[in-house]
């Protein structure tokens, strides 16, 4: 064995052991924590030590205990940017092109990372750390997030001693969908007994700490903390909401108008900056789903809906800040925050996921079902609890993002890439409260960290050669003076068909919107910004310095090249579905599932949308009074149901949460007996929307004792899990005629079987805004 420098005889008497090759390595003395807090969807404009009206006390301190930096980037987009913070390459060298649920068969947009790259993770782990993940992923390929599928791409097979959280895009704040390391799992408590997602994650990391240190108390520890916040559903405690109530009766025009004074003032921003239009002039920049409506032109009530929303989003915000805050109040109290790195950003602009209108139900949206105002108006108070999954419109995507063109999937204009990023480190960084103006990229991240725990990504990994680092060490900043130069000098950006390039104080960018299926990237128009003057890109300088523009277009390809950039795809939503991706299992007309097994996620769960379908369950009932589910699939926002309640068959679809909800019942009262237990749907035809239309029948045996007209969603039942579940039902309950779990007794389910049939009817329009603007 390689470095065993003992001596090995036939009798272990006669040998000399040697323990240095199995001797784990331990952390260089003195090594610091790191702590790295994640937020979702929040550009620069939107919290306090930036000049936001969002109050984030425990930010604030950090602030004040360390550096705020005000030029620090991203990838425009969520499963893009935590790639390069796991790897410190870029994105397409991560195989990341855009979310996972979009690749496609090409080495930089295939949703998986390479053998050729290894995470941060993993490297501190082998040199003595402990490892943790904490909430949100959305690394993981989509088909791989099931209970039987691959555990590859899972965070404990990339480095990771622990997780604890989610692998999607999104999760209900109040139902969320959990895995516990290998294992999905039930939420510990009920939002009746106070629970909130965000609550439960900062409670695991305690834990794990605590556990830590109770057996390795000298091991220093990485924990990567990403909070479901602030990307939608937007969910918080009700005192918080109410924290903010009246603060955006001014609108978000007023609002964008108002955060860049206030930047200007604490310097964030040089003094000069000019804030730039909420709707650019030229279509060939903007999505129309992503135009604003201007706030003059809303009527009363919407002025109202939209400001509440906006209160939600906020005290979402500020209730993850306080959680985060128990976090730091316990290292405070052990000693352990001296010498704790505590990094505290956000991965992409503000999301102008909710288009104009905003939504109380973003189901409907994704479903291409029409919001209505009456009836958003009635939830009006109960925005931001379980009864809602809401998202603002896009006018406070813009406002939040201020002073930049555009938000979130942009990746040409800063709207999208700049993002807050505070670091506090009492032991290592003796400027306190300061700003520090430098160029700096997510990528830059993993290489800050290397160099402060004193260690170095492997040249080969496992037998395999690794990529370079994309990125340079940020420590160098903790010494500068605030306006010093940055030691970065280039840096490309491509997302959903958007692309530009910083290069040394300049920016070049392609005029082009994402998702459009446009093409014809060779005529795009590009712009010129001198950045360093002009913080905003507000003055295109193209036609001024046409050998500058000259010098960066070809940098751009020069990168593009470099880091497996091409083919740049600007393709709609609709064209993206129809990708074929590999999967380990082939689609089929019938599925059989078997009770109390981990929730089975939709994307790989028999899909009854837009086709006919059956659902029959061989139950044995022993007790006169057996009750609860059968099977189970969605949520209180979308899904269906089978199950006995008041010993009578049920069967409940639930169409996007509408009243009310569609009902078929049995006559008459189930004895005693076997049974077989089930629901036929036959699809007729389709509705205005899109949605499906038909009749269903309820069976017990081979009778039908119910029968009626219905209609079905067009697309998924919900974008945050709530899988199909038999024996019971996880998260969120489907219907409001029973509570979860739901859990049947009184008798046994042998197996649901569920088969579909006739080609799948897909609205790809509807199906295109869900992929579009879900994550």
């Not at 060298?93 to 053998?115: F, Q, V, W």
């Not at 189901?363 to 108006?377: C, I, S």
Request: proline share 7%; hydrophobic share 35%; charged share 25%.
């Amino acid at each position: 064995m390689p470095g065993f420098k003992g001596k090995t005889e036939l009798d272990v008497r006669d040998s000399t052991p040697d323990w240095t090759p199995f001797t784990p390595k331990r952390a260089k003395e003195g090594a610091p924590n790191v702590l790295f807090i994640l937020y979702d969807d929040t550009g620069l404009g939107a919290w306090s030590p930036y000049g936001g009206r969002i109050n984030m006390p425990t930010l604030d301190k950090l602030a004040a205990n360390g550096l705020t930096y005000t030029q620090w980037h991203t990838t425009a987009l969520c499963s893009p940017t935590r790639s390069t913070l796991l790897t410190g390459r870029n994105h397409h060298l991560n195989g990341m092109a855009s979310i996972t649920e979009t690749a496609d068969g090409y080495p930089g947009a295939n949703g998986r990372l390479p053998d050729q790259v290894t995470t941060i993770a993993e490297v501190l782990r082998n040199n003595g750390y402990s490892t943790y993940w904490i909430g949100k992923n959305h690394n993981v390929p989509e088909q791989d997030i099931a209970a039987g599928a691959s555990r590859k791409m899972w965070p404990t097979q990339q480095g990771f001693d622990r997780f604890y959280g989610f692998l999607g895009g999104e999760t209900n704040q109040w139902y969320p969908d959990l895995v516990e390391d290998n294992r999905f799992i039930e939420a510990p408590y009920s939002p009746e007994e106070g629970y909130h997602l965000s609550r439960d994650l900062v409670d695991q990391a305690i834990t794990m700490l605590r556990d830590q240190k109770a057996t390795n108390p000298s091991k220093p520890w990485y924990m990567w903390l990403n909070p479901g916040a602030n990307h939608a559903p937007h969910h918080a405690p009700q005192e918080y909401i109410d924290k903010y109530k009246g603060k955006f009766d001014d609108g978000y025009d007023a609002y964008r108008e108002w955060v860049v004074k206030r930047m200007i003032d604490r310097g964030v921003l040089p003094e000069g900056t000019v804030d730039t239009p909420m709707n650019p002039l030229s279509t060939d920049i903007i999505n129309d789903a992503d135009l604003v409506r201007p706030w003059d032109s809303l009527n009363a009530d919407e002025k109202r809906l939209f400001a509440r929303m906006a209160e939600v989003y906020a005290g979402f915000s500020e209730y993850t800040d306080a959680q985060v805050g128990r976090l730091i109040d316990y290292l405070q109290k052990t000693g352990q925050l001296d010498n704790t790195i505590v990094i505290y950003a956000a991965d992409n602009g503000a999301s102008g996921e909710g288009s104009p209108n905003g939504s109380v139900n973003e189901n409907k949206f994704f479903n291409g079902y029409p919001d209505e105002l009456a009836e958003n108006m009635k939830y009006l108070d109960q925005l931001g609890g379980p009864e809602t999954y809401e998202h603002y419109p896009t006018g406070w995507a813009s406002a939040f993002s201020a002073p930049f063109k555009m938000f979130k999937r942009y990746s040409n204009y800063s709207g999208g890439t700049a993002d807050p990023l505070v670091i506090s480190w009492p032991k290592g960084i003796k400027a306190h409260g300061e700003l520090r103006h430098q160029y700096h990229h997510s990528v830059d991240i993993v290489p800050t960290i290397l160099e402060l725990t004193g260690n170095k990504m492997p040249a080969v990994n496992h037998g395999v050669e690794q990529y370079p680092l994309s990125g340079v060490s940020m420590a160098y900043t903790f010494n500068a003076k605030p306006d010093g130069p940055t030691q970065k000098h280039i840096q490309y950006y491509t997302m959903l068909g958007t692309r530009a390039i910083w290069k040394d104080g300049w920016k070049a960018v392609a005029v082009h919107a994402p998702l459009t299926s446009k093409g014809h990237f060779d005529q795009d128009k590009w712009e010129l910004y001198h950045v360093d003057v002009d913080r905003s890109e507000s003055k295109d300088l193209a036609a001024e310095y046409p050998d500058k523009l000259k010098e960066l277009q070809d940098a751009w390809f020069a990168e593009a090249k470099k880091n497996n950039v091409l083919p740049l795809d600007d393709r709609g939503p609709a064209e993206l579905l129809t990708i074929e991706r590999p999967v380990e299992e082939k689609v089929r007309d019938t599925y059989v599932y078997y009770p109390n097994t981990a929730p089975v996620p939709e994307g790989v769960a028999a899909n009854v949308r837009g086709r006919s379908y059956k659902i029959l369950a061989n139950v044995e009932i022993t007790d006169p009074n057996a009750s609860g589910v059968l099977f189970a699939h969605g949520s209180r926002f979308g899904g269906h149901a089978l199950f006995i309640k008041d010993r009578k068959l049920h069967y409940v679809y639930n169409f996007l949460g509408i009243k009310p909800e569609q009902v078929f019942v049995s006559p008459t009262e189930l004895k005693p007996g076997k049974y077989t237990l089930g629901m036929e749907f036959e699809r007729t035809g389709a509705g205005e929307h899109g949605e499906s239309l038909g009749k269903t029948k309820l069976y017990v045996d081979d009778k039908v004792v119910a029968s009626g007209d219905m209609k079905t969603q067009p697309a998924k039942f919900t974008l945050s899990g709530d899988g199909l579940c038999v024996g019971y039902d996880s998260g969120d309950a489907v219907s409001e005629l029973y509570q979860t779990p739901g859990k049947f007794t009184g008798g046994e389910i042998q197996a649901v079987g569920v088969t579909v049939s006739g080609k799948p009817y897909v609205n790809m329009e509807a199906e295109a805004k869900r992929i579009q603007m879900s994550h």
